[in-house]
């Protein structure tokens, strides 16, 4: 069955520095979007990506943050200059035809120290 | 954000039993909701999801319900199975102003017990 896939599982940097965080999406699907799930908190949604543009970003999505379709497979998010509360599991989605029915990566859990 | 929420923390189910998931929402503009299911060191897995103009959905051992005048979902799960056990979110959609935002709620841990 096609799964979404992260890497790394899991990434320590210090304050300050830049990230990135890698997905593969499932093959056929169109849409991307990363959600960052804070420990002890919600899921909560960062950013929509269609053709090779933000469709959608929450106010978390700040400038710090940029995202990208590199080739036909990977999608990245990048934090230029992690700050401590950027420590949480990021997990990338993708869905078909539908926005709605996405499916998860494992997620990469950021430690910022 | 508490468009999405998930009153009970926890629920304990002998195995064989019913398990039901409880889930309220505010906002009147969602039109879709779906139930996810998470194990620890995973990502969520979709398992069931609900149209706006539906009451009612079933998928084996799952059904979703959903009550648009009290704004509120639930998922059944029957009969419950110790691989039942993990964390559900139900999650909700708004496609007319969305691109693709779920909106979660806090999320219930599942214990189903042999």
């Known amino acids: 069955e096609p799964e979404v896939t992260q890497t790394p599982s899991h990434q320590v940097t210090q304050m300050g520095q830049e990230v990135i965080l890698r997905c593969v999406p499932i093959s056929n699907h169109l849409y991307f979007y990363w959600y960052r799930q804070i420990l002890g908190q919600k899921v909560e949604f960062l950013v929509s990506?269609?053709?090779?543009?933000?469709?959608?970003k929450s106010e978390i999505f700040d400038d710090q943050f940029s995202v990208e379709r590199p080739d036909g497979s990977n999608f990245t998010l990048k934090i230029r200059s992690t700050k401590l509360e950027d420590s949480a599991m990021y997990f990338c989605?993708?869905?078909?035809?539908?926005?709605?029915?996405?499916?998860f990566g494992p997620g990469t859990r950021l430690t910022v120290t | 954000d508490q468009q999405v929420k998930q009153n009970s923390p926890s629920l304990s189910v002998q195995e064989g039993r019913i398990s039901i998931l409880n889930c309220d929402y505010t906002?009147?503009?969602?039109?879709?909701f779906l139930w996810y299911k998470k194990y620890p060191a995973e990502g969520p897995t979709f398992l069931i999801s609900i149209s706006s103009i539906k009451d009612k959905n079933e998928d084996g051992r799952f059904t979703v319900f959903l009550n648009k005048s009290a704004k509120h979902l639930s998922l059944h799960i029957v009969p419950s199975q110790p691989g039942d056990s993990a964390v559900y979110f139900c999650?909700?959609?708004?496609?007319?102003?969305?691109?693709?935002?779920?909106?979660f709620g806090q999320g219930t841990i599942l214990t189903v017990h042999p």
């Open positions: 906002n009147s503009m969602f039109d879709y």
């Open positions: 990506f269609y053709n090779n543009e933000i469709s959608e």
């Open positions: 989605a993708s869905s078909g035809q539908g926005l709605y029915e996405q499916y």
């Open positions: 999650a909700a959609f708004d496609g007319g102003t969305s691109y693709g935002k779920l909106t």
